[in-house]
Every structure is written in C-alpha cells, then in structure tokens.
C-alpha cells in the first residue's frame, strides 16, 4: 500500500481552461475527502464520497467544480473556466470510516 | 458554525525548548480533536487524536489534553528538535468519517 496518490503534483493553466484532477485512495477505504488549501491556511472541505455517492458539498464547491468517484475508486475534480482565485492546493484524503483521514501529497493549481 | 482558532506564527525557538501551540474551538457539540503536521514538502499526517473530554492524545514526544471547561487542545512537547520544523494544524470532527474543520495552521521554526 503507497498510500493516497494524486495527480498531477502541479498544474499550470490560463484562466478559462478547465482542469481535472485525479486521487487514487488507499485501496480499502470507503470514503474520500476533498479539500483546499490556500497559502497560509488551513485546508478547507469540499465534498466527500461514500463509495461511489457524493454524500456532501461545500458551499465552497460552485457550479464551476465537479466531482465524481467512479465504481467507488479513483475520484476526480474537475474545475471550469478557472478563474485566478482558484489558485490554491487541492487535497484528497481517504479513510476506513475511523477518525484518521490519511492525506495525499496534493495538487498545486496556478491560474495565471 | 464550528471553527477551530490557533496561535499565529510564525514560532520560532531554539533547539531542546519547549513548545507550546495554542488551540481553541466554538462548536456545538463534543467533537474529536486532532493535530495533524505538514513537514515541508510533504502531505498532512495526523499527529495525535483526543476522541471525548480530558483524554490525552500523544506522539513523537507530543501531547494534548482535551479540556472540554476551556474548549482547548494545546499542543505541547517539551524538548523540541530541528526535525519538528513544521506547520501544525489543529483540527476537530463530529463523527467517524465525517469532514475535518481545520485551524489556520501555525508554523513552527527550530534553530540549533
């Protein structure tokens, strides 16, 4: 077990683009978190999956972003015609349905 | 709605002193208690857990008591080394597997 992964570990694009990121959790873990974090801040909720059901969302989490979780595995969050303020680092966590969520390295997003 | 508050740092002090990092939380009912550690370059891992009032949570020479009169969960170790240079999340939860809410984070600079 590598633990969580995600992809890519960096992410360069002009605003308006649309990007998509992909974590792969830890392979027995039901649930899976998604969280941003923006420099000098603590990393703030988006959505979680049970399995494959998004069970909530953030208000944070506008019409602009999506996020799907597939057969309950691999997830990805996909952003819209990306606008400067979403620069930020995206985080996944996963976990057994204990109290540790066990985090991947994130994906460092840059609208320029 | 639930918040966590921390200390701001930077902290910065000297090797074999001792740290403190403070920690309070608003919330509407009893939460479990986290701290998590973001070395440099690396993911969040969780550093120690207090699940219910006046339990201890403790790690790599860390420790925090859960005090339910104060709403706090300070951070303590009594020696620090270079090593634990890091920014340091505390961060509180309802449920099993439910979202984290986490603190602005506060980063910690040990000189030798």
């Known amino acids: 077990d590598t633990g969580v992964s995600q992809n890519p570990r960096h992410k360069i694009t002009k605003r308006g683009q649309n990007v998509t990121f992909r974590c792969d959790p830890i392979?027995?873990?039901?649930?899976l978190y998604w969280y941003r974090q923006t420099l000098g801040q603590g990393p703030e909720f988006l959505t979680y999956?049970?399995?494959?059901?998004?069970?909530?969302k953030s208000r944070l989490l506008s019409d602009r972003f999506s996020a799907e979780r597939p057969k309950g595995s691999f997830s990805t969050l996909e952003i819209q015609r990306t606008e400067q303020g979403d620069s930020a680092m995206y985080l996944c966590?996963?976990?057994?349905?204990?109290?540790?969520?066990?985090f991947g390295p994130g994906t460092r997003l840059t609208v320029t | 709605g639930d918040s966590v508050t921390q200390m701001e740092g930077p902290v910065t002090l000297s090797e074999e002193a001792f740290l403190t990092i403070n920690c309070t939380y608003t919330?509407?009912?009893?939460?479990?208690l986290f701290w998590y550690v973001q070395y440099p370059g690396e993911g969040l891992q969780l550093l120690l857990k207090?699940?219910?009032?006046?339990d201890k949570g403790s790690n790599k020479g860390f420790e925090a008591t859960y005090r339910k009169e104060t709403t706090s969960f300070h951070l303590e170790k009594g020696s620090v080394q270079v090593s634990d240079s890091a920014v340091y999340f505390c961060?509180?939860?309802?449920?099993?597997?439910?979202?984290?809410?986490f603190g602005g984070g506060t980063r910690v600079l040990v000189k030798p």
């Open positions: 392979s027995e873990h039901n649930r």
């Open positions: 966590a996963s976990t057994a349905s204990n109290y540790e969520q066990y």
């Open positions: 919330a509407t009912g009893y939460p479990s």
């Open positions: 961060a509180l939860v309802y449920a099993a597997g439910n979202k984290l809410t």
């Open positions: 999956f049970q399995n494959e059901a998004q069970l909530e």
């Open positions: 207090a699940t219910k009032a006046d």
